[in-house]
């Protein structure tokens, strides 16, 4: 029998120490948990047609059947070269992507050779752990090579926002197990079966961390049965809280009724086929939504828009509301919703950009944003800033455009009036009114005037450049910075 020193669990007192050999769900988890190996390399958004360096990172997976293993989405995001090791096999196997999940921070990669991990008992999922209660983490820390284990308490069960994305708070339920760099993806275990995906911690918080809990698990794989993943469906609205008794009055609410106003309905959202400005939504799936935006889930208070999160798109949801005094019942179909690429973090993709004449012209995003730094709030051009989280809710109708920004100047005789507009956004070009980055390449590209005139939002500045010099040299400028392509659409 095997001692304790090379078993799944790793125990803190003598008397563990000295524990015998595996049981038999012990050993199903230690043949099932698998360490990945992810070789990845990004873009760079400053300069977007250049690449990084190639960078090493570690993870924690576990088989759950048909040659599968699942794991976090930020653990094998931007792959280049992914690899997994199975406890015990100094082998390893190199895998690919099957399904991801940016805005869920959860995978799905399988072994290039079919087969390899077809000896790989899988894992069986269980529920929701009650607060109070224990659970096991399970991955390989970095710095490691060895399975480890963590036992810690569920304290907590609520929304979050799911760092990977930057942008999507999902359900998550947080322990005072200690998740550190490397035990992303493991399993989260208790009584034998899993009941959650380590996923992130929280450096302001000692002995924390958090895992994704199957109710988030089960609609991932719920979306890929059809060999694809949709994502998150939207609302589309914004609401508020009707606390205040005077407001609920005026809204001609009865006095045992609750729930909350509709300030705004995004054009092009789910929520503009069913609710309008100034509606009270009392039910969401029939169930009473407080004055808080909460709906009761069995046992706990929730977000009246984690009932829609469990969706998928396509559905829809029944909403109860009130309307110029009447009440209504409306099935809203949900959609996705395009402000949030924008939002968020950017992953398994290159860079979007164009140049022109030593312009080079990106779209106005997150990742954009994140050129100035980690503080980039603070440290962007205080119109940029304002462009990005204030005006498309001034102009909703922005949300479904893509700003388009002057990053940068290559510095060039033919641009040279150029670099007072560095990081403003276009309004238009020769007259048009740009919408998406293709919009001003077709615009620019198209034009045959003597000039090419770019009117920047900020106070309607134009610039100007000679549209003739500017194609004569556009060559020579892209050779001169060692720039191979001039677009990446």
């Given at each position: 029998?095997?001692?304790?020193s090379?078993?799944?669990?790793?125990?803190?007192?003598?008397?563990?120490?000295?524990?015998?050999?595996?049981?038999?769900?012990?050993?199903?988890?230690?043949?099932?948990?698998?360490?990945?190996?992810?070789?990845?390399?990004?873009?760079?958004?400053?300069?977007?047609?250049?690449?990084s360096?190639?960078?090493?990172?570690?993870?924690?997976?576990?088989?759950?059947?048909?040659?599968l293993?699942?794991?976090?989405?930020?653990?094998?995001?931007?792959?280049?070269?992914?690899?997994?090791?199975?406890?015990?096999?100094?082998?390893?196997?190199?895998?690919?992507?099957?399904?991801?999940?940016?805005?869920?921070?959860?995978?799905?990669?399988?072994?290039?050779?079919?087969?390899?991990?077809?000896?790989?008992?899988?894992?069986?999922?269980?529920?929701?752990?009650?607060?109070?209660?224990?659970?096991?983490?399970?991955?390989?820390?970095?710095?490691?090579?060895?399975?480890?284990?963590?036992?810690?308490?569920?304290?907590?069960?609520?929304?979050?926002?799911?760092?990977?994305?930057?942008?999507?708070l999902?359900?998550?339920?947080?322990?005072?197990?200690?998740?550190?760099?490397?035990?992303?993806?493991?399993?989260?275990?208790?009584?034998?079966?899993?009941?959650?995906?380590?996923?992130?911690?929280?450096?302001?918080?000692?002995?924390?961390?958090?895992?994704?809990?199957?109710?988030?698990?089960?609609r991932?794989?719920?979306?890929?049965?059809?060999?694809?993943?949709?994502?998150?469906?939207?609302?589309?609205?914004?609401?508020?809280?009707?606390?205040?008794?005077?407001?609920?009055?005026?809204?001609?609410?009865?006095?045992?009724?609750?729930?909350?106003?509709?300030?705004?309905?995004?054009?092009?959202?789910?929520?503009?086929?069913?609710?309008?400005?100034?509606?009270?939504?009392?039910?969401?799936?029939?169930?009473?939504?407080?004055?808080?935006?909460?709906?009761?889930?069995?046992?706990?208070?929730?977000?009246?828009?984690?009932?829609?999160?469990?969706?998928?798109?396509?559905?829809?949801?029944?909403?109860?509301?009130?309307?110029?005094?009447?009440?209504?019942?409306?099935?809203?179909?949900l959609?996705?919703?395009?402000?949030?690429?924008?939002?968020?973090?950017?992953?398994?993709?290159?860079?979007?950009?164009?140049?022109?004449?030593?312009?080079?012209?990106?779209?106005?995003?997150?990742?954009?944003?994140?050129t100035?730094?980690?503080?980039?709030?603070?440290?962007?051009?205080?119109?940029?800033?304002?462009?990005?989280?204030?005006?498309?809710?001034?102009?909703?109708?922005?949300?479904?455009?893509?700003?388009?920004?002057?990053l940068?100047?290559?510095?060039?005789?033919?641009?040279?009036?150029m670099?007072?507009?560095?990081?403003?956004?276009?309004?238009?070009?020769?007259?048009?009114?740009?919408?998406?980055?293709?919009?001003?390449?077709?615009?620019?590209?198209?034009?045959q005037?003597?000039?090419?005139?770019?009117?920047?939002?900020?106070?309607?500045?134009?610039?100007?450049?000679?549209?003739?010099?500017?194609?004569?040299?556009?060559?020579?400028?892209?050779?001169?910075?060692?720039?191979?392509?001039?677009?990446?659409?």
């Amino acid at each position: 029998m095997r001692r304790l020193s090379i078993c799944l669990f790793v125990f803190c007192s003598l008397a563990a120490l000295l524990a015998p050999a595996l049981g038999s769900d012990e050993q199903l988890l230690e043949r099932s948990v698998v360490r990945i190996v992810n070789y990845a390399q990004r873009g760079t958004w400053y300069t977007p047609w250049d690449l990084s360096g190639v960078g090493e990172s570690s993870g924690t997976g576990f088989a759950i059947g048909n040659g599968l293993v699942m794991t976090n989405a930020h653990v094998v995001s931007d792959s280049r070269y992914l690899l997994i090791f199975v406890y015990n096999d100094p082998e390893p196997r190199q895998a690919e992507v099957v399904h991801i999940a940016h805005d869920a921070d959860l995978a799905l990669i399988r072994p290039v050779k079919r087969g390899a991990l077809d000896d790989l008992p899988a894992l069986e999922f269980g529920g929701m752990p009650a607060l109070r209660t224990t659970v096991d983490t399970l991955g390989y820390p970095a710095g490691g090579m060895r399975l480890s284990s963590t036992r810690g308490v569920v304290s907590r069960i609520e929304e979050q926002l799911y760092v990977h994305s930057g942008k999507d708070l999902h359900l998550t339920v947080q322990t005072d197990a200690a998740i550190n760099p490397g035990n992303s993806g493991g399993p989260v275990v208790q009584d034998g079966k899993v009941v959650g995906v380590a996923f992130q911690g929280n450096a302001g918080l000692e002995n924390t961390g958090f895992f994704i809990p199957m109710e988030v698990i089960q609609r991932f794989l719920n979306d890929v049965q059809d060999g694809r993943y949709d994502g998150y469906p939207e609302l589309g609205a914004e609401t508020s809280g009707l606390e205040n008794v005077a407001a609920r009055a005026q809204a001609g609410m009865k006095t045992d009724e609750t729930g909350v106003r509709v300030d705004s309905v995004y054009r092009g959202s789910s929520a503009e086929n069913g609710l309008e400005a100034g509606d009270v939504i009392l039910e969401v799936e029939n169930r009473t939504v407080a004055n808080d935006g909460t709906v009761d889930d069995g046992g706990g208070r929730i977000s009246y828009g984690l009932l829609v999160d469990r969706k998928q798109i396509g559905e829809s949801v029944p909403i109860r509301l009130l309307r110029d005094g009447r009440r209504i019942e409306v099935d809203v179909p949900l959609t996705s919703f395009p402000m949030g690429d924008a939002h968020g973090h950017a992953y398994d993709r290159l860079p979007r950009y164009y140049i022109y004449g030593g312009l080079v012209f990106v779209p106005l995003n997150l990742e954009m944003l994140k050129t100035f730094g980690g503080d980039w709030h603070v440290k962007a051009d205080k119109e940029i800033v304002y462009e990005f989280l204030v005006r498309p809710m001034i102009q909703p109708e922005l949300i479904q455009q893509e700003r388009v920004v002057l990053l940068r100047r290559l510095k060039h005789p033919v641009n040279s009036d150029m670099a007072f507009y560095r990081n403003q956004v276009v309004e238009k070009v020769n007259g048009k009114t740009i919408t998406c980055l293709e919009d001003l390449v077709e615009t620019l590209e198209n034009h045959q005037g003597d000039f090419h005139l770019i009117e920047f939002s900020n106070r309607r500045r134009i610039g100007v450049i000679n549209r003739l010099d500017a194609d004569a040299a556009h060559r020579e400028i892209l050779g001169r910075y060692g720039i191979q392509e001039d677009r990446n659409l």
